[in-house]
DNA sequence: CTGAAAGCGCTTACAG
DNA sequence: CTGAAAGCGCTTACAG
């Protein structure tokens, strides 16, 4: 058969052709230009004679053929359960895509991505569609919501995976980010400010990540004996709320951050409706950073108080236990939770003393 | 020899063990699973029990070795002569990333991310990292500068790839950006809206995208009558040069935009410190979309003029251009350019009066 | 120190 | 309609 890869172009040399112009076997060839293994040494003759035919004839190794009989394919899997490379959310994982894009480079991965989870979400749940992250040696997995079924597969066959975020399921390898002491000492920091009643602002989506932040929340305001509520909303018509609240006493505002930032953007508007300052007239904190490339604050400008979710970091770990699982070496553990830098921002300031009139509005 | 891709865990299945389990052989089940060669027909009962193997046993086939034997295996590279995911740049090509995996999806295509380029120059030119491309069906090229000559080998061999961004080298099938009609329309409407003395910034690097935009200049120039200059910068003090271009009367600048967004950067400062308006005191035009999110001009504020560079649909039609070219349809057009979007944006006014004293330095 | 052989997991003529 | 065989270009024990 000819090659169907290059019609009509000379063949490019392969080890057999090396073979014979040096008068060797085509595994000399091999031997020679892969290195031998340990312990084997070649004739400097032998060497040199092949060196010198590859060098001649322009040889350069078949990846594809190197790959096959390496038994290795050198491709980790990305697969993620929403868009890989999301246009409406103002690009919130793309730090976790760089991270994982360098440590792979750094050793000596490519990268599949596993595509047309965006599009059909129904296609995502299909146990066939995340069948075929089989073809690289292990694979990532990414996103809020994870079909349980199809993974639980994977599992059973001994199929190398990780998890970037947090996972509940026994067993399941993951590098996430610790939230619940992150989220806590959100609270901490507010009660160190002075602020005495806050409220807790989330969506009602129930992704790990979202309960995480709650369970944080609330511990952060035991321990430090504070008034807490938690607020679900959908981001829309908060400004009664935020009056109620001011009514209260409520000084200052935790909020959730997620894929959409809905309920970030519904309390920025109707702080900003209010004609509220922050952290003047309102303190503010930001569960992980903001979605856009500048996250300013409503009523002010400044950068948010809060933490910083260490994407980046979290990719890197995770193809880095990839790895490590792909290796064989199952001892180790298999599930890291990073810390979250806190960010000191602007957004948190003493509590407004409670007699003094709101705003301009 | 073990198999090393997954010890100590189950073999992935393949061919023979379906074969072994529906009672055929290996190549029949190939024959099944691949779909039968025109003319051939397989018995409706074997082909149902490979199937229900195949599903069984959770198969997928190796791209590596469907490679090897010379057939297709629905991936599609992605190789870019610079971090795929750049962190420093701002994201600056990320609609392209967008537009990519949106068509391959469609497609039904995964794609594999060639990494490693990134870190290393040295590597990207390597002839042996440009040849692993062909682990995929074919290959996505981009980057501001590309190695020559690892790039002939693929065409020497005939792999298919396609450029994103428009390529001198004859032959070689590109999807990228009409630049020089683009850039003409903007000094066009530079001229339109009274402007006669004009200067075009741009920076030292060489690249295509860089002659094209200043040939578009050059020509809007011409056609208009207008006093054109072009000048070089790296972006750093540039106010000599700002304070000497209104001395001459100068009432519009048009800057070359690029991955560092040097040129602009540095006029924007320059703008700043002179507390100059825009486009009060100046009109400035930007040859494609700011860096930033949200690029606001300087002095002002506003909204660049300029146009869009239509990244999403560059790699939308790169992604199709790839496959055709794949399946093996050398005929039609394998070189296009796509129109940018005309951006109004708000930094194009009318010419400051000659006489006015110059903001308010 | 080197060659002959088997094998990586597929595809594709070619016989039956 | 299906099986046996050869081949893609390598790597890696295993003999000599």
Redesign the interface.
Known sequence: ?A????????R?PRQSDIARSAGVSQATVSLVLRGAPTGMSLAPATRQRVIAAAEELGY??????T??A????A?LGLYTFS???P?DV??SY??I??GV??E???Q?????????S??AAARADDPAAV??V??A?GCLFFGRHVPAEPVR?LVE????FVYIGRRDEAGVPYVGADYVSASADVVARLAAAGHRKVRYLREHDQALASVDREDGVLRGARDAGLDTLVVRTDGSDLDALLREWLDAGVTAVVVEQTDTGAALAGLGAAIDRAGLRCPGDLSLALLGAPT???GSAPGGGAAFSGFDVPMRAMGRGAVRLLLRL???D?EGPSRRLLPCEPVEGGTIGPPRPPNRTTGRA
């Open positions: 058969m090659d169907a890869r290059a019609p009509g172009n000379r490019r350069v190794p078949d990846p594809v053929a790959r096959l390496a038994a290795t394919n491709m868009a890989t490379f246009t103002a690009h793309y730090p895509l760089v894009e360098e792979a480079a750094a000596g991965q490519d990268l599949i991505l596993f595509t047309g965006a599009r069948r075929r089989r073809v040696d597969r066959d001994g199929f190398p856009g490339t500048r792909i290796a064989g199952l």
